[in-house]
C-alpha cells in the first residue's frame, strides 16, 4: 500500500508565503518524477510543477518566479515553496508521484488526497 499526504496548505494573505509538503509511504522501490497539481474550482486540475529524480524542474508559466519544487530523494518527500502569492492561486492543491511499488512492479502514478491553498486579497 503506498501514500501520499500532503501537508503544509492554509489561509494566507496576498503576498504571503506557504510551503507544501508531500510524503510518499510504503513499500516503494523507487520514484520516478514528482509533481504538484492545482485544480481551482470549477476549473480543471493543471499541472504546477514537477521534478525529476535527478532534480531537473519544469514550472507553469503562472508560477514562475514566485514557485520552487524541490524534494529529499531519502525520504521521498517533495516540496513546493510558495511566494509572494496571488488570489489566483487559490486551489486545492495536488501531490503526484510515479513511483514502482516493489522490485518487479509497474511504475504508476499515485495522487494525494490534497490540501486546499487559500490566498485573500
Known amino acids: 500500500q503506498v501514500q501520499l499526504v500532503e501537508s503544509g496548505g492554509g489561509l494566507v494573505q496576498a503576498g504571503g508565503s506557504l510551503r507544501l509538503s508531500c510524503a510518499a509511504s510504503g513499500s516503494i522501490f523507487s520514484v520516478n518524477d514528482m509533481g504538484w497539481y492545482r485544480q481551482a474550482q470549477g476549473k480543471q486540475r493543471e499541472l504546477v510543477a514537477v521534478?525529476?529524480?535527478?532534480?531537473?524542474?519544469n514550472y507553469a508559466d503562472s508560477v514562475k518566479g514566485r514557485f520552487t519544487i524541490s524534494r529529499d530523494n531519502a525520504k521521498n518527500t517533495a516540496y513546493l515553496q510558495m511566494n509572494n502569492l496571488k488570489p489566483e492561486d487559490t486551489a486545492v492543491y495536488y501531490c503526484?508521484?510515479?513511483?514502482?511499488?516493489?522490485?518487479?512492479?509497474?511504475?504508476?502514478?499515485?495522487w494525494g488526497q490534497g490540501t486546499q491553498v487559500t490566498v485573500s486579497s
Open positions: 521534478i525529476t529524480s535527478s532534480g531537473r524542474t
Open positions: 503526484n508521484a510515479d513511483l514502482r511499488v516493489g522490485r518487479w512492479g509497474p511504475e504508476q502514478a499515485y
